[in-house]
């Protein structure tokens, strides 16, 4: 059972997908319940997984491997760390939120709609748990598809547009990526004379790579990595993607894809390459610095509510690259739990947006005012989901950015407080682009009287949706050690990785 766990979670998902091509279009009922009820399969093998993990082990667990292509010694290698399986808890957790997220809104071509969703589901998780390098880069294009059909099918006005810029971007990060993965296994073969893509192989020859070559390959992975995250200032695809994806897609996008990057930063960029990743660590720490900071301030003078949450998404993933590449053990314990926290916050800004969209067919803030008197309970979700995104102490955001920032300002890599004390502003700029926003939407008086009639409180379904969430919301915020002691080995392997290679700068 141990060795194909996460094998049937990446097959369950793909012959759901499959299976739900089958059905006849007119059975949107039974399409919509096929979906769900695969998609909570698939999270209760990751609870079975987690179940199975030993946390205080450093090593990958739950192993699977199958040579695949003999000839170049390619396998189909997976299994997990502390790191990779808290993002396949969360993408597993997010995906059936989002089948009943879309319960009513997605109407048309519902059956290509499930199965767009569950392929990319299992592409995310693929990402997640691959082992091979090759293997892992099939699976990051593979995700690529469904959500280009989802954002160019199902999305607003300008989704042409918007799938077709999100595409691209990728795209041209990915081939880059492949060109270094190329690189690195013929590097290998060079030295221990085997061709090899698997990845615990590739982490011993690693400290042997010249720094002229480490530098070339660290650029081609990071930049792939980067554009997806996105970091300043190649964060240009994101807003599009955001406003013109539905609301499904909007939430897997900010909850789940955009922590691919920062995931692969994590995995690949700072054990495979370290001395490249110490060399350049403060040069990026500035970009990230720059997107906290620039992508509060274009949060700020947003008119729509969706386009403000896509550009906070900005201004989050920010502090999650600037605590990777600071390099301690708090400030990347930090990043890893905020990629948790922004998908869990930013999600339910998202559905909650989405849940008045469906309603008016409106997302302009000037268009609302005074809705607390009209939909108390959706203002209250709202506010918890809102001050999440701040911050606020005793809500999950709060602990990742305290970890980020501690981590940051004692960091030996970027040596300098300015990089904590110019992050820490982002902090204030979000408290004051959310609060705004919340205090236009929400309180004064009704001034629309289009409000009246077509604004309804949240129903049943849609309390299903945010409860779960809102319940990880306050258990991070209050009690972060079950989350935090599920890594840390994994975040202490690393940086020792490292610190064998350069500097021994872990403390």
């Given amino acids: 059972m141990n060795t194909i766990i996460l094998t049937m979670l990446l097959a369950i998902p793909i012959l759901g997908g499959l299976l739900v091509l089958f059905l006849k279009d007119e059975q949107k009922k039974l399409i919509r319940w ?101 293997l892992f880069y099939i699976f990051w294009e593979m995700m690529l598809i469904p959500m280009y059909f989802i954002i160019g099918i199902w999305g607003g006005e300008r989704r042409i547009y918007a799938a077709v810029k999100f595409f691209i971007f990728t795209m041209f990060g990915s081939l880059l990526m492949l060109v270094a993965i190329i690189w690195l296994a013929v590097y290998s073969s060079g030295m221990n004379g085997i061709f090899t893509t698997n990845l615990i192989e590739l982490y011993k020859i690693s400290p042997t790579i010249p720094m002229q070559i480490q530098s070339w390959m660290f650029g081609a992975f990071f930049l792939s990595f980067a554009i997806k995250v996105p970091l300043f200032p190649l964060h240009t695809w994101l807003p599009d993607a955001h406003v013109e994806a539905p609301t499904a897609g909007s939430v897997i996008l900010a909850g789940v894809l955009l922590k691919m990057g920062t995931y692969g930063l994590v995995r690949f960029c700072l054990p495979l390459f370290p001395q490249a990743a110490v060399n350049y660590a403060p040069i990026i720490s500035v970009f990230a610095v720059i997107g906290v900071i620039y992508g509060a301030l274009v949060s700020m003078v947003q008119t729509d509510m969706k386009k403000l949450v896509a550009y906070s998404s900005v201004s989050h993933l920010g502090f999650v690259v600037l605590g990777i590449f600071a390099m301690t053990v708090e400030s990347v314990q930090g990043a890893v739990i905020q990629m948790v926290n922004h998908g869990l916050s930013t999600g339910a800004l998202f559905l909650l947006v989405g849940v008045v969209y469906e309603r008016t067919h409106k997302r302009e803030i000037a268009f609302y005012g005074g809705i607390a008197k009209l939909v108390p309970l959706f203002s209250t979700a709202l506010m918890i989901a809102m001050l999440s995104s701040v911050g606020l102490p005793g809500l999950n955001g709060f602990i990742g950015e305290f970890l980020i920032l501690i981590g940051s300002f004692k960091s030996p890599v970027l040596n300098s407080f300015w990089f904590t004390a110019f992050a820490a502003t982002g902090v204030i700029f979000a408290a004051v682009y959310l609060l705004w926003m919340y205090q236009r939407v929400v309180f004064g008086k009704v001034t629309n009287p289009v409000l009246e009639k077509e604004l309804t409180d949240l129903n049943k379904r849609e309390f299903v949706v945010l409860i779960p969430i809102f319940i990880f919301i306050v258990w991070i915020g209050i009690y972060p050690s079950t989350f935090l002691n599920l890594t840390e080995p994994s975040v202490k392997n690393i940086l020792q990785q490292i610190s064998q290679t350069t500097v021994n700068f872990l403390k």
Avoid: R
Wanted: overall charge neutral.
């Fill in 34 to 134: 096929f979906g769900l009820i695969v998609s909570l399969i698939t999270f209760f093998i990751s609870l079975i997984a987690l179940q199975k993990f030993d946390s205080a082990n450093p090593n990958f667990q739950l192993i699977h491997q199958i040579i695949w292509i003999k000839s170049l010694n390619i396998s189909y290698l997976v299994g997990v760390d502390g790191i990779s399986l808290i993002l396949v808890l969360l993408t597993t957790f997010l995906t059936p939120l989002t089948f009943l997220s879309t319960w009513k809104a997605i109407d048309k071509k519902l059956k290509m709609f499930t199965f767009s969703m569950l392929l990319l589901e299992a592409g995310m998780i693929g990402v997640f748990i691959s082992l091979d390098v090759f």
